[in-house]
């Protein structure tokens, strides 16, 4: 199988059957968007809520905050044929830790999620399965041919979602 690693603020998209897309996340989060009938998925690795935090950063790195980059993630999604009025989209969240220490006052990983969830809830979709939240560290991948998404993490192991 061939790999696609998504750095922070990465996102990308396949349809290709023997790929995977996976990535490492603390506080940042993976939205993950996974269309059944055309057998195509996608992926962004979001480090913060909000781009209005850094305008400039969003026009050179949309992935990185969650409203512009699910939204980069939807629409990229659709060139891949995705169509709103005939595909029902499989949504998962990953990530979100509050890895920084015990009194993290920003609670970037909390807020991370609540802008995810928000964001799409507004668009009209639900998330299928998630793990959030936590104080670990976690993996996940995804593989384009069956959907799997398996999440792991050092001395925990690894399960899907």
Not at 19 to 27: A, D, M
């Amino acid at each position: 199988m061939s790999g696609t690693f998504l750095g922070i603020g990465d996102y990308a998209v396949s349809n290709e059957a023997d790929s995977v897309l996976k990535t490492y996340l603390g506080s940042c989060v993976a939205v993950i968007l996974l269309d059944p009938i055309t057998r195509t998925v996608g992926m962004v690795h979001i480090a913060l809520p909000d781009s209005s935090l850094d305008p400039s950063k969003k026009e050179l790195l949309p992935g990185y905050f969650a409203d512009s980059g699910i939204a980069v993630l939807f629409n990229k999604m659709k060139e891949y044929g995705f169509s709103e009025k005939s595909h029902k989209l499989i949504v998962k969240l990953v990530g979100g830790a509050s890895v920084m220490s015990q009194c993290d006052v920003f609670n970037i990983g909390l807020r991370n999620v609540e802008a995810a969830k928000s964001i799409l809830k507004s668009m009209g979709l639900h998330i299928s399965s998630e793990d959030v939240g936590e104080k670990y560290s976690r993996s996940v991948a995804i593989e384009v041919d069956t959907g799997k998404v398996t999440v792991s993490s050092p001395g925990r192991g690894q399960w899907d979602i």
